[in-house]
């Protein structure tokens, strides 16, 4: 076997464990140099970066790559599934995806914006924490690995909003996640517990055979209550998601970037337990999760919105309107999930049902590239003027051409603009969720617009506007964040002039794998 | 006699089950209704070891000793798979903890107080 | 080859091609600058003509007062809208016994839709 067939055999693990490598290495390279570190850094995340696009060429080809830890490849004794197993199909791959965009481009960035810091090796050695913790809830198999893997990057992400610790808001913010990030996972090991001690095993595909409509009962759908609250509370859904507009706001810009992947992980773990654990069960009539998550996509999408209009922090702003595109995606799958859920109506005549699915999961990567170009911009407005407040900034354009540009980029994105990669999964938003009923499309499109309203006042706000003294000489913002913004703007472009060809490479498998449980299963019978 | 002495043996086996939702419950409130910052915190350990203790009741077997073989007194044993997901889950608390009684010392210095009302004057 | 790229582009609702879009764009632009482009004969720089104009108002020094402020701009949706929005402004307290208290009544309406209670 050649080096490529080994390299994919181990990927899974191997993607996990190179940022948690270089996350130990980066105190002992920092001591070289700065630049140094920053090249070691980059160079980790590209060598899992080439993993992971390895992973994604095979796993797009219809295969479930699992990987054991412990070697054999034989887990299943009289009926008790051993090691923990790593199960990789289209959604986990799609979500790897992200998590290493949105790292490359965060960590290119910090190369300018972090430079006058001090305490950047623990700066930098949490931020691959962070990536590795991501990485490994959305590649594992194993409901109490997820725990763990929830948990290392909830500790990470908070000692990373709190990195500047002389803004005392800051340090509150990072409070606040802290508290409620421990109470959603505690309530997490809850409901697993429950689980584990119904069912005798912690494997997710072992679980989801086991759980069946005949042993359905109170103990389930405690869980899946519990499960459900905790996970949507780290997800940002209303009317639980008041952590987030502090969290994003107070944290360093190349952080809300991570943060932003962060929080899509834990949407996976509220898909993953809806479409994958509980695959079997949803057409119970009891389980009615369908209308819930749409219903609750509409509400988080709103106040949003609302929210947003009022606010005068850059970064806040910015974090409103994120929290409204986490209410489209939720629409969509929800709208998905409703026809799913129901027995009496076939997936072939009601096929808005696939299509709202496959605009919701397309939404993710749009909605964390677009927003994470919009942090990347509040930052480097940061950056150069050192004033966060809206009301004390105008007439930057001038000075700092590229930023305006990718501002607008940015801008045209998160509305839905035709250019844009946003317009075209809010179209296929739009289009199915109103053959479920026309009223949430017309809420999706109004909170569309007032998307676009919002942003076009802060571009007055901030860019537009006479020539002020205080910001004369302030210059253009160094070339990594330029790089950076750039590698994010491009890839927006690119996502919207050819969404065709994106929505069946990459979305199609992730839709496949989520609405059909028993391929995730599959590797069970086949003892592998 | 001998069924009531039975049926009093069973629900005492029920006991830790009730002394976990008690935890949890008494530790949501003191979250919930607390002003005091380290109160709130304490609340956080008090649903933490809450959860470890059901993970824990859960492998219990009736008259089973602990599951190491070197050693052993014989006769059966409990499950070892909770007691590893307590460790896990008891190593992970304290990290949690070390970490938000940190961010309490910072606030402290920042606002002078620990209520939580009195936050969120501070500059930016 | 080329039909196959270019079946990529359509998302089968007709005119909403991005690509038609772009190319439209730069055609139109192409009109609007040549024809603007062209001048204005009755334009005379330097003269009271170009001066700027605010109602009569005069024009300060300090440019930074001229530029309208972020709070003051949607004045009127936000009037309007008051009561929404006193509403969600209460609600975002920032108090961590608050959020948790939203997240236990999150569980209890859970329970009661499941079918649990």
């Known amino acids: 076997m050649n080096i490529l067939d080994i390299l994919l055999q181990q990927s899974p693990a191997l993607i996990v464990a190179t940022p948690l490598l270089g996350a130990f290495l980066t105190p002992l390279i920092g001591k070289l140099g700065y630049n140094v570190r920053n090249i070691f850094i980059i160079i980790i995340l590209a060598v899992t970066a080439f993993l992971v696009f390895l992973l994604a060429s095979d796993v797009f080809s219809g295969n479930i790559h699992t990987y054991v830890f412990g070697g054999t490849t034989s887990t299943v004794l009289s009926n008790t599934v051993i090691r923990i197993l790593f199960e990789v199909d289209g959604l986990s791959i799609f979500m790897a995806i992200i998590t290493v965009i949105l790292s490359l481009a965060a960590v290119i960035y910090s190369w300018a914006f972090m430079r006058e810091e001090t305490g950047q090796d623990k700066y930098y050695t949490l931020l691959l924490l962070m990536t590795t913790g991501m990485f490994g809830m959305v590649l594992t198999g194993d409901l109490f690995n997820f725990f763990v893997f929830l948990e290392i990057t909830s500790i990470a992400s908070c000692a990373l909003i709190a990195f500047w610790t002389h803004k005392a808001k800051a340090v509150e913010a990072a409070f606040n996640y802290m508290v409620i990030s421990t109470i959603g996972a505690l309530f997490v090991l809850l409901s697993i517990a429950f689980l584990y001690g119904k069912y005798d095993a912690l494997n997710i595909a072992k679980l989801a055979s086991r759980i069946t409509p005949v042993s359905f009962s109170f103990i389930d759908k405690l869980s899946l209550i519990l499960l459900l609250a905790a996970l949507t509370m780290k997800a940002g859904i209303a009317p639980m998601h008041m952590w987030l507009p502090d969290a994003y706001g107070r944290a360093p810009a190349s952080i809300s970037i991570i943060l932003v992947g962060a929080t899509q992980a834990s949407l996976y773990g509220v898909f993953r337990i809806c479409f994958t654990l509980y695959g079997n069960v949803i057409q119970i009539p009891e389980v009615s999760l369908g209308w819930i998550m749409v219903i609750l996509g509409l509400i988080t999408m709103l106040i949003g919105v609302f929210m947003a209009m009022i606010q005068i922090d850059f970064k806040k702003l910015i974090a409103y309107g994120a929290l409204a595109e986490l209410g489209y995606m939720f629409l969509g799958v929800g709208t998905g999930l409703t026809i799913l859920s129901n027995p009496q109506l076939s997936l072939a005549s009601n096929s808005f049902a696939l299509q709202a699915m496959k605009g919701g999961i397309f939404h993710i990567i749009n909605d964390a590239l677009d927003v994470g170009l919009l942090f990347l911009v509040a930052g480097a407005v940061y950056y150069a003027t050192k004033e966060s407040s809206l009301n004390n900034l105008g007439g930057i354009a001038r000075n700092m051409k590229y930023t305006t540009v990718f501002f607008l980029i940015g801008l045209l994105a998160v509305s839905g603009i035709p250019p844009m990669n946003g317009f075209a999964s809010k179209l296929l938003i739009y289009e199915s969720v109103y053959q479920l009923n026309p009223i949430l499309a017309i809420i999706a499109i109004l909170a569309s617009i007032m998307l676009l309203a919002i942003m076009v006042k802060v571009f007055y706000s901030a860019f537009l506007g006479p020539k002020i003294d205080r910001f004369q000489d302030i210059r253009e913002a160094p070339k990594s964040m330029l790089i950076a913004m750039g590698i994010l703007a491009s890839l927006i472009i690119f996502f919207g002039l050819f969404p065709d060809l994106i929505v069946n490479t990459l979305v199609e498998p992730a839709v496949k794998a989520i609405t059909h449980p028993t391929s995730y299963i599959l590797w069970l019978t086949g003892g592998v | ?124 | 080859m080329f039909e196959q790229l270019l079946k990529t582009f359509d998302t089968g609702n007709g005119y909403w091609n991005p690509l038609v879009w772009g190319f439209a764009f730069l055609i139109i632009f192409l009109i609007i600058y040549i024809l603007r482009g062209r001048g204005n004969p009755s334009y005379k720089r330097g003269t009271e003509q170009t001066k700027v104009f605010l109602s009569g108002n005069p024009e300060y020094e300090n440019k930074e007062l001229l530029h309208v402020k972020a709070s003051n701009l949607y004045w009127g949706w936000v009037e309007s809208t008051k009561w929404v929005i006193n509403t969600l402004k209460k609600m975002h307290t920032g108090r961590a016994n608050d959020y948790i208290l939203w997240f236990t009544f999150m569980i209890a309406i859970f329970m009661l839709l499941l079918g649990v209670i």
């Open chain 2, 1 to 124: 006699m001998l069924y009531l002495r039975r049926k009093v043996n069973k629900m005492i086996a029920n006991i830790p089950f009730l002394a976990v939702m008690a935890m949890i419950i008494i530790g949501l409130a003191t979250v919930v209704f607390k002003r005091n910052l380290i109160k709130m915190v304490i609340g956080v350990s008090i649903i933490e070891s809450g959860v470890n203790l059901f993970l824990i009741t859960l492998g219990y077997r009736e008259h089973s000793v602990a599951p190491i073989y070197t050693a052993s007194p014989g006769g059966i044993m409990s499950y070892p798979v909770p007691q590893a997901l307590t460790l896990t889950s008891i190593v992970i608390g304290v990290a949690v903890l070390a970490l938000m009684l940190s961010l309490v010392i910072y606030i402290y210095r920042h606002y002078k107080t620990l209520d939580i009302r009195k936050l969120g004057g501070g500059e930016e």
